[in-house]
């Protein structure tokens, strides 16, 4: 019996064994191809070169070329994260992961972008829709190629499908969902209050400024008026309170951006630092890339699904973007019986195909209902043909800063703060992007401007954008207010380059690195102030407040107590004006109101009784509530004490298909670990957002820049470039933006 049962068990373990070894080798096959000599349809011989990090290297003789290599690697290393970027802006993924994506479908099925990114291609002039040609050629190459499929499709039980040129479009397309408000939603809401609250109560809640504005141009704008008690008295009325959360919730993130012109650096160079916020993923979003075409190296990131250099240094010029956050979207009043019908069916996976009916009119879909019934339908500047075309690959031949001006104002993609520097040492501040003329006669057409606000140096010799109000006058109004952030990182990173007058790219790098909570000052001693009033109460509260040391530290209880209080508070004002709104939707949600903080500033200073429900005697009763909250938040997690920010702030960077495959995450995802900053400093750090890569460089001088990228290189969790150059990032540690020494080469050979 024993030696029966020994036998069973090593039966078991060589089963195991052989399985184990079969699933490496099944992951092993869909591995790119690094070395050696492959056919490829280049007019002559293209070389991918790639280092220690995975920065891979093109050297071709023509851009058609370097786009078909390009083409080639990304699909062999991120063909899976291509496809769901197509997918996404055409309302495709439930045809790959089934039900569960079908909503998801709807929202951007309603906006048929599959149907118009066809009529956008055929629009693109002759090299831009060859260059398209050219790179879906090569990733159809780069699938084929591969041994095996893309490990996720074996895993999904599924093949990916061919792409097509228009796929790239919906790749760039899908960056409009990324960056934009694709539902309007922001705009509804605030017509729902416009709706419900007295008029002065909605301007005070949605004034357009605060304190914290630290605009390039301009003064800041004042507070808007506190409402008297005819405009409204709440003080007799007692209003529910909300529940409090484990984790409070994000409120607006964005990207920085700053350059310095080369009279203030240290080797007269201008200099340019760029650190793109998104959510963060393994693998990272952008692809590191280096083009040798002919005589000319072009140094940043592509991204994959796209032939374009996104954000880099030419040798001449290096440009980075922030997300503008302008006014791109508009509703239109219409009869219900607008426009036409289009019937869009969507495939599901194991279920039958969903049809959706999308309600087309001159304008855009109608997607929604104004507060007295009316169908709105949606304008939005991603539907026109001026949405995405190929002229950011024009950038890569820009030899100054006038050049890349031209071209990034007529660049058709999501509108961005872009920032350049020149080798000359000059740098400017524009829009990428087309702007659009906002008719007042509600046009069926959005027109575009022809022309675009800009500031350069001398006049302006530092400049930064970190998603707040840039500009002001006439400028402003063309770019309008789509939810544009406080301006508190853009003040702290405006503070930083005015407190010296030379810069190297050590400096910058500290600058995008700064985790000092500077904003929350002002809610610490509110904070104090409280615990100082009652001495007897809030022991665990104390005690986190005593190791405030001004930053967001990771191990700072402080700066955890002090961030949850100020939101706590905003919270429990908010509340007290949500019956009327709850009235016309039991389902109400606040937008995003980046500019609360005047109103919440105002009412603490001034105290008015009337803007106080009944529920609180007084506003230091107010404030006491808010702390408590805090306290027994603490308490409700089990956490002894109250916790550190690393706690919270424990970085959560995970493949797409992890969370389907718990006992994978291993090997799938980052590893877990609590960084510090957070929203309001230029250190932008969340579990699962942040800086998608941090970029300083002086045009020319590539040799010294510095670049860092989370989650790496590669896709394939087998790669050596799996999660290469994370820790870097997690520790702020330099690390170089050329490719280091040539560990693999490959050779593409014409046909």
């Given at each position: 019996?024993?030696?029966?049962?020994?036998?069973?068990?090593?039966?078991?373990?060589?089963?195991?064994?052989?399985?184990?070894?079969?699933?490496w080798?099944?992951?092993?096959?869909?591995?790119?191809?690094?070395?050696?000599e492959?056919?490829?349809?280049?007019?002559a011989?293209?070389?991918?070169?790639?280092?220690?990090?995975?920065?891979?290297?093109?050297?071709?003789?023509?851009?058609?070329d370097?786009?078909y290599?390009?083409?080639?690697?990304h699909?062999?290393?991120?063909?899976?994260?291509?496809?769901?970027?197509?997918?996404?802006?055409?309302?495709?993924?439930?045809?790959?992961?089934?039900?569960?994506?079908?909503?998801?479908?709807?929202?951007?099925?309603?906006?048929?972008?599959?149907?118009?990114?066809?009529?956008?291609?055929?629009?693109?002039?002759?090299?831009?829709?060859?260059?398209?040609?050219?790179?879906?050629?090569?990733?159809?190459?780069?699938l084929n190629?591969?041994d095996?499929?893309?490990?996720?499709?074996?895993?999904?039980?599924?093949?990916?499908?061919?792409?097509?040129?228009?796929?790239?479009?919906?790749a760039?397309?899908?960056?409009y969902?990324?960056?934009?408000?694709?539902?309007n939603?922001?705009?509804?809401?605030?017509?729902?209050?416009?709706h419900?609250?007295?008029?002065?109560?909605?301007?005070?809640?949605?004034?357009p400024?605060s304190?914290?504005?630290?605009?390039?141009?301009?003064?800041?704008?004042?507070?808007?008026?506190?409402?008297s008690?005819?405009?409204?008295?709440?003080?007799?009325?007692?209003?529910?309170?909300?529940k409090?959360?484990?984790?409070?919730?994000?409120?607006g993130?964005?990207?920085?951006?700053?350059?310095?012109?080369?009279?203030?650096?240290?080797?007269?160079?201008?200099?340019l630092?760029?650190?793109?916020?998104?959510?963060?993923?393994?693998?990272?979003?952008w692809?590191?890339?280096?083009?040798?075409?002919?005589?000319?190296?072009?140094?940043?990131?592509?991204?994959?699904?796209?032939?374009?250099?996104?954000?880099?240094?030419?040798?001449?010029?290096?440009?980075?973007?922030t997300?503008?956050?302008?006014?791109?979207?508009?509703?239109?009043?219409?009869?219900?019986?607008?426009?036409?019908?289009?019937?869009?069916?969507?495939a599901?996976r194991?279920?039958?195909?969903?049809?959706?009916?999308?309600?087309?009119?001159?304008?855009?879909?109608?997607?929604?209902?104004?507060?007295?019934?009316?169908?709105?339908?949606?304008?939005?500047?991603?539907?026109?043909?001026?949405?995405?075309?190929?002229?950011?690959?024009?950038?890569?031949?820009?030899?100054?800063v006038?050049?890349?001006?031209?071209?990034?104002?007529v660049?058709?993609?999501?509108?961005?703060?872009?920032?350049?520097?020149?080798?000359?040492?000059?740098?400017?501040w524009?829009?990428?992007?087309?702007?659009?003329?906002?008719?007042?006669?509600?046009?069926?057409?959005?027109?575009?401007?022809?022309d675009?606000?800009?500031l350069?140096?001398?006049?302006?010799?530092?400049?930064?954008?970190?998603?707040?109000?840039?500009?002001?006058?006439?400028?402003?109004d063309?770019?309008?207010?789509?939810?544009?952030?406080?301006?508190?990182?853009?003040a702290?990173?405006?503070?930083?380059?005015?407190?010296?007058?030379?810069?190297?790219?050590?400096?910058?790098?500290?600058?995008?690195?700064?985790?000092?909570?500077?904003?929350?000052?002002?809610w610490?001693?509110?904070?104090?102030?409280i615990?100082?009033?009652?001495?007897?109460?809030?022991?665990?509260?104390?005690?986190?407040?005593?190791d405030?040391?001004?930053?967001?530290?990771?191990?700072?209880?402080?700066?955890?107590?002090?961030r949850?209080?100020?939101?706590?508070?905003?919270?429990l004002f908010?509340?007290q004006?949500?019956?009327?709104?709850?009235?016309?939707?039991?389902?109400?949600?606040?937008?995003?109101?980046?500019?609360?903080?005047?109103?919440?500033?105002q009412?603490?200073?001034?105290?008015?009784?009337?803007?106080?429900?009944?529920?609180?005697?007084?506003?230091?009763?107010?404030?006491?509530?808010?702390?408590?909250?805090?306290?027994?938040?603490q308490?409700?997690?089990?956490?002894?004490?109250?916790?550190?920010?690393?706690?919270?702030?424990?970085?959560?960077?995970?493949?797409?298909?992890?969370?389907?495959?718990?006992?994978?995450?291993?090997?799938?995802?980052?590893?877990?670990?609590?960084?510090?900053?957070?929203?309001?400093?230029p250190?932008?750090?969340?579990?699962a957002?942040?800086?998608?890569?941090?970029?300083?460089?002086s045009?020319?001088r590539?040799?010294?820049?510095?670049?860092?990228?989370?989650?790496?290189?590669?896709?394939?969790?087998?790669?050596p470039?799996?999660?290469?150059?994370h820790?870097?990032?997690?520790?702020?540690?330099?690390s170089?933006?050329?490719?280091?020494?040539?560990?693999?080469?490959?050779?593409?050979?014409?046909?």
């Amino acid at each position: 019996m024993k030696r029966w049962v020994l036998r069973c068990l090593a039966a078991i373990l060589v089963a195991a064994l052989v399985a184990i070894a079969g699933a490496w080798q099944f992951l092993r096959a869909s591995l790119p191809t690094l070395d050696g000599e492959v056919a490829g349809d280049v007019a002559a011989a293209t070389r991918i070169e790639r280092d220690a990090q995975g920065t891979v290297s093109i050297f071709a003789d023509t851009r058609d070329d370097a786009s078909y290599a390009l083409g080639y690697v990304h699909a062999q290393e991120r063909y899976f994260e291509m496809d769901l970027l197509r997918r996404r802006a055409a309302g495709e993924l439930s045809a790959l992961f089934g039900a569960v994506a079908v909503d998801t479908d709807k929202s951007a099925r309603v906006h048929r972008l599959r149907a118009r990114s066809a009529g956008f291609l055929q629009a693109l002039p002759e090299p831009h829709r060859r260059a398209l040609e050219r790179y879906s050629q090569g990733v159809n190459a780069g699938l084929n190629d591969l041994d095996a499929r893309p490990f996720a499709y074996a895993l999904l039980r599924q093949s990916p499908q061919p792409w097509l040129a228009e796929d790239s479009l919906l790749a760039a397309l899908a960056m409009y969902f990324n960056l934009q408000d694709a539902s309007n939603s922001r705009e509804l809401k605030l017509e729902r209050m416009q709706h419900a609250l007295p008029p002065a109560v909605f301007a005070w809640l949605t004034q357009p400024g605060s304190r914290w504005d630290a605009p390039i141009r301009g003064d800041r704008l004042p507070a808007a008026p506190l409402p008297s008690s005819a405009d409204l008295d709440i003080s007799s009325i007692e209003t529910p309170m909300p529940k409090t959360d484990a984790v409070p919730a994000s409120e607006g993130i964005g990207s920085n951006n700053f350059a310095v012109a080369g009279s203030l650096t240290v080797h007269g160079g201008a200099l340019l630092a760029n650190d793109m916020h998104l959510g963060l993923r393994v693998p990272n979003i952008w692809f590191r890339t280096q083009l040798h075409i002919g005589t000319r190296r072009i140094v940043g990131v592509t991204l994959p699904g796209t032939p374009a250099m996104v954000v880099g240094s030419n040798g001449d010029v290096a440009w980075g973007f922030t997300n503008s956050y302008g006014d791109w979207l508009d509703f239109i009043r219409v009869d219900a019986d607008s426009g036409n019908v289009v019937r869009e069916t969507i495939a599901v996976r194991g279920a039958d195909p969903v049809i959706l009916d999308v309600r087309e009119t001159q304008f855009g879909p109608i997607t929604e209902v104004a507060s007295d019934g009316t169908p709105l339908a949606l304008r939005w500047t991603a539907h026109s043909p001026e949405a995405v075309n190929l002229r950011l690959m024009d950038v890569e031949n820009a030899t100054n800063v006038d050049a890349a001006v031209a071209i990034f104002n007529v660049t058709g993609m999501p509108v961005q703060n872009a920032l350049i520097a020149d080798r000359a040492g000059k740098v400017a501040w524009t829009t990428a992007g087309r702007l659009p003329i906002r008719s007042v006669d509600s046009s069926s057409q959005i027109a575009f401007r022809s022309d675009a606000p800009q500031l350069a140096s001398p006049e302006y010799p530092l400049l930064w954008s970190a998603n707040a109000r840039v500009i002001d006058g006439e400028a402003l109004d063309a770019i309008g207010d789509g939810g544009y952030t406080i301006g508190a990182r853009a003040a702290q990173i405006r503070d930083a380059l005015r407190a010296k007058s030379s810069f190297s790219e050590a400096d910058l790098l500290a600058i995008q690195l700064d985790d000092r909570a500077l904003f929350l000052e002002s809610w610490r001693a509110r904070l104090q102030s409280i615990l100082d009033a009652n001495p007897a109460q809030l022991s665990e509260v104390r005690s986190a407040l005593g190791d405030w040391n001004l930053r967001a530290d990771p191990n700072s209880r402080a700066y955890r107590v002090v961030r949850a209080f100020r939101l706590r508070v905003h919270k429990l004002f908010l509340a007290q004006f949500e019956p009327p709104l709850k009235a016309i939707d039991d389902q109400w949600v606040w937008p995003n109101l980046p500019h609360l903080e005047s109103a919440v500033e105002q009412a603490l200073d001034e105290r008015p009784r009337h803007l106080l429900a009944k529920n609180f005697a007084d506003w230091d009763a107010f404030l006491l509530a808010a702390a408590k909250d805090v306290a027994a938040d603490q308490k409700q997690r089990g956490a002894q004490g109250v916790g550190t920010w690393g706690e919270q702030n424990a970085t959560q960077i995970r493949h797409p298909l992890s969370r389907a495959l718990p006992g994978f995450r291993w090997l799938l995802d980052m590893p877990s670990e609590g960084l510090a900053g957070d929203q309001y400093m230029p250190r932008v750090q969340g579990p699962a957002f942040g800086a998608s890569e941090r970029l300083v460089v002086s045009p020319g001088r590539e040799q010294q820049a510095i670049f860092h990228m989370p989650g790496g290189q590669s896709g394939h969790p087998l790669s050596p470039f799996y999660g290469a150059g994370h820790d870097d990032w997690a520790k702020g540690r330099a690390s170089p933006l050329l490719a280091g020494p040539t560990l693999h080469a490959l050779v593409l050979l014409p046909n």
